[in-house]
Structure formats: structure tokens, C-alpha cells
């Protein structure tokens, strides 16, 4: 049966967070070496001012995590999240740290960082801080989606779908393989905005992932005269709504992190039983794997 497969970017199709990724390459683009320190120096401080809103939100936050024993209030945690994900935007943007950039050059910044990740040898400086790995399998999981005739998707907080477009390009030559609902960096301030598909609304929560996989759904469904069945595959707690609103919902773990993954351990709390796909059995809507390859071994989705 054809279905519609949708993946999360960051830590799923690629095996680390990206956005670190995405300032190297701005702050190489500054040019003089001074310009650069000033501009790491300024990215230093972004993040550091992140991650401690993040730390005090979390800190002050009732009811704490071991004691979110429902999906409902799980939800509303990760709602609240929206005001450290948008002060924290509002800095990048204030400070113009991604401004002056084209969507072309972000596509090739994609291109590249996928390149340094599989060990070519690019125009760039080799700095690993460049580098994007593709998760293992995904090339064949998509050849062998196509083959069967799926829908495939892409939906992702991060910032720039050109991006994201340069790492997949390999899968998606063409850009009409994958149905997308990515950010974008405008040019040339450098602001975020969100997917057209969604009125430019900026995506930056787990709600906001999920109001973007069901315009996903809603097209396809006026698109197609028979119901695909829904897949989705998400690393983090900001992909905890699509899984959950997929008919089957794959949890992507790195190797070895299987006891750390906070995505696991979330559903685990609220009683949601997630078994390795090795594991699964006919029925069950969620499962987790360390790659695509894993997945295609365990004929999980038929």
C-alpha cells in the first residue's frame, strides 16, 4: 500500500542538529578573520542566552516533567516553549546574523555541508563544524519509497528550507520529490518566515510541526482519490504531536543514546509503549529505530 512518509530534518534525516551548522557557514561568510571572531563571539552569546532562558523556563515550570503524567499536559509544557524559541529568534534576527544571505547560497551551503559530512573534499576549509551526516539508510529507504509509489514529506523548525533543500538534493534533485514545511531566512535583513503553505506563520513549536504535517494531510487528501496511510519519523520532543497524529510513528534514536533519548523517555511517562522495531508487532502505531536501515531490515511498514 502507498503511503505518505514524512520526516523531520534535524537529528532525523541528518544525525545531529543542524542550526550550529547553518552559523558556521554565515559567520565564514563575514570575510576578515576579525569579522569572523566578532561574529562567533556573537553567536556564542546567542546561544549562551538560550540555553539559560531555556534552563530557568524549565526550572520554574509546574508541573514538573515526572510528574506530566498526561499527553494533554505534556502538550501545554511544550507550548510554553514558544517564548524562549521566540525571544531567542528575535535576537538572530535583531542582530542580522544570518542578513545578506541568498536562498541560493544557503542551498549550496547545504550541498557542501552534506559533502564534508561523506568525507569529499569540498571548496570549503574541511572545518567539521561544516559538516552534516545523513542518517544511515536514508537514501535507500526514499529509492525504495519512490519504487512503491509513496507521498513523501519534509517538516522542520529550522531555518532555512534552501538549506535543507542543498542537503536532501541527492533524494530530491528536482525540488518536487518532497512536500516541505520549512522556515525560510529572508533576504537580505535576514528574518525568519514561515512556509507559504501556512501563511507565513513561523515554526518554531511541536503545535506548529503538527498544524504543518496536517496541511501536508489535507492536500494530499484532496489531491488523491484513495487515503494514504501516514508515516512519520521524529528524533525529538518537538515531533511528539506528528508521531502521535500518524498512523504509524517512528522514533529515530542515535546509536548508543537509547537510555537518553528525552523523546523516548517523554512517551515512555505518559504510558505509551515503544518497541523496537525489531520488536513491533502488527497494530502498534509506534516504534523506534537508529536508522533507516534498521527499518527497512525489520519490514516494519509492510
Known sequence: ?????????????????????????????????????????????????????????????????????????????????????????????????????????????????????????????????????????????????KARGDKLGVVSVNWSRAFVEGVIEPEDPDRSEFVKRVNEIKWPGGQLEGPEEMGGKVMMTARDKLEGFETMLLEEAAEESKKRGSVYFGDSVTDLECLLRADMGIVVVNDGEEGNSMLLGTLERLGFEVPHVSQSREGMKLAWARDFKEVLGNNVLG
Open 1 to 145: 500500500m502507498a503511503r505518505f512518509i514524512v520526516f523531520d530534518f534535524d537529528g532525523t534525516v541528518t544525525q545531529q542538529d543542524t542550526i550550529s551548522v547553518l552559523a558556521q557557514f554565515a559567520i565564514s561568510f563575514r570575510g576578515p578573520a576579525r569579522s569572523q571572531k566578532e561574529a562567533s563571539e556573537q553567536w556564542k552569546r546567542i546561544v549562551d542566552l538560550y540555553v539559560a532562558d531555556y534552563a530557568k523556563h524549565k526550572e520554574s515550570y509546574v508541573p514538573k516533567a515526572e510528574d506530566r503524567k498526561q499527553l494533554a499536559q505534556e502538550l501545554a509544557y511544550l507550548e510554553s516553549l514558544r517564548t524562549v524559541e521566540l525571544s531567542s529568534a528575535e535576537r538572530v534576527v535583531n542582530t542580522g546574523f544570518f542578513a545578506r544571505l541568498k536562498s541560493e547560497q544557503w542551498e549550496q551551503f547545504g550541498r557542501e555541508a552534506r559533502r564534508i559530512g561523506e568525507g569529499c573534499s569540498p571548496d570549503w576549509d574541511g572545518d567539521k563544524d561544516k559538516e552534516v551526516r545523513v542518517r544511515k539508510g536514508f537514501s535507500e529507504f526514499v529509492q525504495q519509497a
